[in-house]
């Protein structure tokens, strides 16, 4: 399925966000029987999760991003950050029925293997710096190749998917990234 992925182009809109959600939702869903996806979650009027993903052992605190520029990159601190903070609302409110394993996961795509290299820790020629995350993350990248309409040109552009993901610990809401 994603050999054949091909992305939208509208950065004003969030698509890409979304479709970068739900292409893994889907593929959640796939993977785990009894699973549940909800997405576009509100908690308050500050705090959103893009999607939250339920299988019988674990969840995952969604984020996505489309790294395009300096500016997204650092917003990863805040969704990490706020990530810590949306899952102790989360097994609030499942109670006694909260699975036992909770994951917060950073999931991005660029066209820009600097972009993906730098995500990696790897030396790059990417001007941007290091995050905290970059080391609290366990983070890989994916690469895909797909012909992609960009003004009005068909071109053969890599696509990178980047994730990173660590495991929810209840220590973790004194330590916040």
């Not at 939702?25 to 999607?51: C, G, I, M, P, W």
């Not at 052992?57 to 991003?65: G, N, Q, S, T, V």
Request: hydrophobic residues 40%; glycine residues 4%; contains cysteine.
């Amino acid at each position: 399925m994603l050999e054949n992925f091909r992305l939208g182009v509208s950065e004003a809109t969030g698509f890409p966000e979304r479709n970068l959600s739900f292409q893994f939702s889907h593929a959640f869903l796939r993977a785990y029987e009894n699973s549940a996806v909800f997405q576009e979650v509100t908690f308050d009027k500050r705090k959103h999760l893009d999607t939250l993903l339920i299988s019988d052992d674990f969840a995952i605190a969604l984020e996505c991003k489309v790294l395009l520029m300096r500016s997204r990159a650092a917003d990863l601190k805040d969704d990490a950050k706020r990530l810590q903070e949306i899952v102790p609302l989360m097994k609030k409110r499942f109670k006694k029925n909260s699975p036992t394993k909770w994951y917060t996961m950073l999931l991005c795509e660029t066209w820009w293997s600097e972009h993906a290299s730098w995500w990696v820790g790897e030396s790059t020629k990417s001007m941007w710096e290091p995050l905290d995350i970059i080391d609290t993350y366990k983070r890989d990248k994916i690469l895909l190749r797909g012909d992609i309409t960009f003004d009005g040109a068909q071109k053969q552009w890599p696509l990178f998917w980047l994730y990173g993901y660590r495991e929810y610990k209840d220590s973790d809401t004194n330590n916040i990234v």
